[in-house]
């Protein structure tokens, strides 16, 4: 196992410094250059792949588990039993940080419309009081 996984990283040296050096003749400076700079590509590769790896997950996480928070709180014959109250904890999104740090919250106060169904909510985080739409609000199991 161990053995294929270095033969796969000198393999992903080999193959640039061939394509890079063909049949050239360098300095020992040279060539640490050029090693150096396959190494910065190297791991800028590494670093490119983990971020995208972990925006999917977080992607499919938001798409999959906290629509389906949402829409467990949200039936065809919406009542004022079902809506969001007063002690819910919820997850609050983000308007312009990482997704990755959104804050949890407790709901304090819901702002009911016209028909009876609650619309906004001043939520309790850590930073503070916030007024939010109900749709930037994931209620929590609990």
């Known amino acids: 196992?161990?053995?294929r996984l270095w033969e796969r990283?000198?393999?992903?040296?080999?193959?640039p410094l061939r394509k890079i050096l063909g049949k050239a003749l360098l300095t020992f400076e040279e060539l640490t250059t050029i090693m150096t700079e396959l190494e910065c590509v190297l791991n800028n590769r590494r670093?490119?792949?983990q971020s995208r790896l972990l925006k999917q997950l977080w992607?499919?996480?938001?798409?999959?588990?906290?629509l389906q928070l949402r829409t467990a709180h949200?039936?065809?014959?919406?009542?004022s039993e079902r809506n969001l109250k007063s002690g819910d904890i919820v997850l609050v999104e983000g308007?312009?940080?990482?997704?990755?740090l959104w804050d949890r919250g407790v709901v304090e106060q819901v702002i009911v419309g016209r028909d009876g169904h609650v619309?906004?909510?001043?939520?309790?985080t850590p930073k503070g009081q916030l007024r939010r739409a109900v749709q930037l609000l994931y209620?929590?199991?609990?």
């Open 9 to 15: 990283l000198m393999k992903s040296i080999k193959d």
């Open 47 to 49: 670093k490119l792949y």
């Open 59 to 66: 992607t499919k996480w938001k798409e999959q588990y906290l």
């Open 139 to 142: 209620p929590f199991e609990i």
């Open 119 to 124: 619309r906004a909510c001043i939520v309790r």
């Open 1 to 3: 196992m161990v053995g």
């Open 74 to 79: 949200n039936f065809t014959n919406p009542s």
């Open 95 to 100: 308007l312009k940080k990482s997704k990755l």
